[in-house]
């Protein structure tokens, strides 16, 4: 299986800045995107940025501007540049991938998820 390791999150104030990071190994043969999401208290989980392997990128329409995500090809690993950051920010972020990885000498689909890391914002 391909496991995401996150790092980066913390307590920050608002109008601050923090870079996430989640690394991806594992027996991978490619990865398809990489993407960020949110789940605030009481709230469902969303997507926040998404980026594929060609760099076609998306994001929610609530961080336009203030979020940039990136992907090092080469490391299976992407980041999220947070900045301007809000209250409304406070959640814990999940790492996301989806990809193909070698399995019991086959080449076979994965989906992975992190374990999440909080972001808390203070007003």
């Known amino acids: 299986q391909v496991q995401l390791v996150e790092s980066g999150g913390g307590l920050v104030q608002a109008g601050g800045s923090l870079r996430l990071s989640c690394a991806a190994s594992?027996?991978?043969?490619?990865?398809?995107?990489m993407g960020w999401y949110r789940q605030a208290p009481g709230k469902q989980r969303e997507l926040v940025a998404v980026?594929?392997?060609?760099?076609?990128?998306n994001y929610v329409d609530s961080v336009k501007g203030r979020f940039t995500i990136s992907r090092d090809n080469a490391k299976n690993t992407v980041y999220l540049q947070m900045n301007s950051l809000k209250p409304e920010d406070t959640a814990v972020y999940y790492c996301?991938?989806?990809?193909?990885?070698?399995?019991?000498?086959?080449?076979?689909?994965?989906?992975?998820w992190g374990q999440g890391t909080q972001v808390t914002v203070s007003s």
């Open positions: 594992g027996r991978i043969f490619s990865i398809s995107a």
């Open positions: 980026i594929t392997s060609v760099g076609s990128i």
């Open positions: 996301n991938a989806y990809g193909r990885h070698y399995s019991d000498g086959q080449i076979a689909d994965f989906g992975s």
